[in-house]
């Protein structure tokens, strides 16, 4: 199982250059780092990331991040997790382009 962090083109590149990283502004603000898991990741596009070009999905593995990851409840009472800690790319299981076509992002395939 994976869960998934959406992130800007310079996020990306930041995590990629540095190897670690606190997270976006709102990670930053909230004081954790937001993820969601595949079933929440298309909903988090479309309500966080409306209209924005130049995204990428990041796959982690939950497993690797320890008692830093909690599991908490959000929207409607899901649980969403979220990392009190930095997110780092050794924990990066894969990362892909999250493309704008006709306003939607596309996903990668087969993600569920």
């Known amino acids: 199982m994976h869960i998934y962090k959406i992130l800007r083109t310079s996020e990306w590149e930041d995590l990629r250059a540095r190897g670690e990283t606190q997270g976006a ?3 930053i603000t909230d004081g954790y780092i937001h993820f969601s898991t595949a079933e929440q990741a ?3 596009a479309a309500k966080h990331f409306a209209g924005a ?3 990428y999905l990041a796959a982690l593995d939950p497993d690797r991040m320890g008692d830093a990851l909690k599991w908490e409840p ?3 009472g899901a649980l969403f997790p979220h990392l009190y ?3 780092r790319l050794k924990d990066v299981a894969w990362c ?3 493309p ?3 306003g939607v992002h596309r996903f ?3 993600f569920a």
């Open 25 to 27: 502004p709102i990670d």
């Open 42 to 44: 298309r909903e988090t």
């Open 53 to 55: 070009e130049g995204l």
């Open 74 to 76: 959000s929207r409607g």
């Open 85 to 87: 800690g930095p997110l």
């Open 96 to 98: 892909q382009p999250l």
């Open 100 to 102: 704008l076509v006709d």
């Open 108 to 110: 990668p395939d087969g």
